[in-house]
């Protein structure tokens, strides 16, 4: 069983930069997919980013250029460096992992969640 727990969510102006970290239980390295999705009240779970086992990224479109996932294999430790926030990023954000080297956008396809993490800009 996969554990992931979220933490470096907060409150910050438009403009502004946060870092959000997601230690894994395991080490969920080798063969799986990780990602960051976030969901606003009323709105579905959207995917923000993923990255594969080998270290590969994708970005939903409205982050491209502002949000950075990375990995620390040593630390089983996902990241999302998030810079130019605007008030439409408010929102939970969790990390998710999967198995296998699919690695879709897309939150239904995966199976571990971590609790969440609140990040609210204001304008």
């Known amino acids: 069983q996969v554990q992931l727990v979220e933490s470096g969510g907060g409150s910050v102006q438009a403009g502004g930069s946060l870092r959000l970290s997601c230690a894994a239980s395991?080490?969920?390295?080798?063969?799986?997919?990780m990602g960051w999705f976030r969901q606003a009240p009323g709105k579905e779970r959207e995917g923000v980013a993923t990255?594969?086992?080998?270290?590969?990224?994708r970005y939903a479109e409205f982050v491209k250029g502002r949000f950075t996932a990375s990995k620390d294999n040593a630390q089983s430790t996902l990241y999302l460096q998030m810079s130019s926030l605007k008030p439409e990023d408010t929102a939970m954000y969790y990390c998710?992992?999967?198995?296998?080297?699919?690695?879709?956008?897309?939150?239904?396809?995966?199976?571990?969640w971590g609790q969440g993490t609140q990040v609210t800009v204001s304008s």
């Open positions: 998710a992992a999967r198995y296998g080297a699919r690695c879709p956008l897309v939150a239904q396809e995966f199976k571990y």
């Open positions: 395991k080490f969920v390295n080798s063969n799986y997919c």
């Open positions: 990255i594969d086992y080998v270290g590969s990224a």
